[in-house]
């Protein structure tokens, strides 16, 4: 299974900021799509964002206008920057190399990084 290295996580009131770094190997970042998913206790893993390998994105319905999913192509690495973080974005945020293709987002199920626990609290 390929190496993705996801860092940055933490625990933050709310309200607060934190930034999600993924580090991909340069093979598999040059060529994919990019996604950051996340999973919370008892909850289904879910896709909160993407970006294509221009830089178009997409987002989960409820942090639109307060994540930000970015990529730097010289580093091999993907971002998400969050603002305005809730209680309910608290979960394990995993980073995945994938397809992008007719509007949506297809991750590939051998690029997978280990996961970063987001806590959101006061």
């Known amino acids: 299974q390929a190496q993705l290295v996801e860092s940055g996580g933490g625990l933050v009131q709310p309200g607060g900021s934190l930034r999600l770094s993924c580090a991909a190997p340069g093979s598999i970042f040059s060529i994919n799509a990019m996604g950051w998913y996340r999973q919370a206790p008892g909850k289904q893993r879910e896709l909160v964002a993407a970006i294509t390998k221009r830089g178009s994105t997409n987002y989960l319905d409820s942090v639109k206008g307060r994540f930000t999913i970015s990529r730097d192509n010289a580093k091999n690495t993907v971002y998400l920057q969050m603002n305005s973080l809730k209680p309910e974005d608290t979960a394990v945020y995993y980073c995945?190399?994938?397809?992008?293709?007719?509007?949506?987002?297809?991750?590939?199920?051998?690029?997978w990084g280990q996961g970063t626990q987001v806590t959101v609290s006061s």
């Open positions: 995945n190399a994938g397809d992008y293709y007719s509007g949506s987002y297809y991750p590939l199920s051998r690029y």
